[in-house]
T-cell receptor
Framework: AQSVSQHNHHVILSEAASLELGCNYSYGGTVNLFWYVQYPGQHLQLLLKYFSGDPLVKGIKGFEAEFIKSKFSFNLRKPSVQWSDTAEYFCAVKAGSYQLTFGKGTKLSVIP | ETGVTQTPRHLVMGMTNKKSLKCEQHLGHNAMYWYKQSAKKPLELMFVYNFKEQTENNSVPSRFSPECPNSSHLFLHLHTLQPEDSALYLC???????????????FGAGTRLSVL
């Protein structure tokens, strides 16, 4: 079975700091990768996705993620965070016939 | 607004109560899902429906009973729950349930359930 590991449970940053959230998955075949974001009191929404092609994908609100196949990783990055980025971020993997599998999530708190 | 609406947003129930959660999607999708979101745990897939037929039950206790009368509506009937069932229950929908990577799931805002 596939699994997803997110390294950090809670990250606290000041505004304008750079962000990198780690995500590793376990599956040896072709994968489709997603980052979802859940703002306080709101629904999970898709931030970005990787299906194939350029391993550096850009999403909404200035986020990007890089797929490194050799490291089984799909880390999320943003050069300069804002207070409005305070949310919980979930990495998810879909592979083969498995359903979408989520990591435990990383809470990001941005201090003004 | 995602096009997936869940009601109620909050629910408090006793262990002997019977209640139902409702999910409605306005996206024309054919697949619907129930997830359980607990603190410090990954989202747990509970049930999957495709064209009104249940295609997956992830070893969910029988005190949770799903119902999908049509492709737009999904219910989760609850009875004799335990305090450890307190969680955020999320509904999602997608065009279908195949392995097509473009089959992206859209989520509702969830129902926060507290079992006393």
């Amino acid at each position: 079975a596939q699994s997803v590991s997110q390294h950090n449970h809670h990250v606290i940053l000041s505004e304008a700091a750079s962000l990198e959230l780690g995500c590793n998955y376990s599956y040896g075949g072709t994968v489709n990768l997603f980052w979802y974001v859940q703002y306080p009191g709101q629904h999970l929404q898709l931030l970005l996705k990787y299906f194939s092609g350029d391993p550096l994908v850009k999403g909404i609100k200035g986020f990007e993620a890089e797929f490194i196949k050799s490291k089984f990783s799909f880390n999320l990055r943003k050069p300069s965070v804002q207070w409005s980025d305070t949310a919980e971020y979930f990495c998810a993997v879909k592979a083969g016939s498995y359903q979408l599998t989520f990591g435990k999530g990383t809470k990001l708190s941005v201090i003004p | 607004e995602t096009g997936v609406t869940q009601t109620p947003r909050h629910l408090v129930m006793g262990m002997t109560n019977k209640k139902s959660l409702k999910c409605e999607q306005h996206l024309g999708h054919n697949a619907m899902y129930w997830y359980k979101q607990s603190a410090k745990k990954p989202l747990e897939l509970m049930f999957v429906y495709n064209f009104k037929e249940q295609t997956e039950n992830n070893s969910v206790p029988s005190r949770f009973s799903p119902e999908c009368p049509n492709s737009s509506h999904l219910f989760l009937h609850l009875h004799t729950l335990q305090p450890e069932d307190s969680a955020l229950y999320l509904c999602a929908s997608s065009p279908w349930t195949s392995g097509d990577p473009k089959n992206i799931q859209y989520f509702g805002a969830g129902t926060r359930l507290s079992v006393l």
